[in-house]
């Protein structure tokens, strides 16, 4: 895993995901980022709220 400064974690070689609920995502990348702001509207997945968010 690697966080990218002001934007999401970076996920490498997961098969599952868990959301802060417990929920499980299946992963069918190699590598998938995952939100870090709390802002996306597809969670966990970072959707690029974070470039407006960081504007706004």
């Known amino acids: 895993m690697r966080l990218c400064p002001g934007g999401p ?6 098969d599952v995901v868990r959301d802060e609920a417990g929920v499980a995502h299946a992963v069918t990348r190699p590598v998938v980022a995952v939100c870090a702001c709390g802002k996306t509207g597809r969670p966990p997945w970072c959707d690029g709220t974070h470039k407006v968010v960081r504007r706004g």
């Open 9 to 14: 974690l970076l996920v490498r070689g997961a």
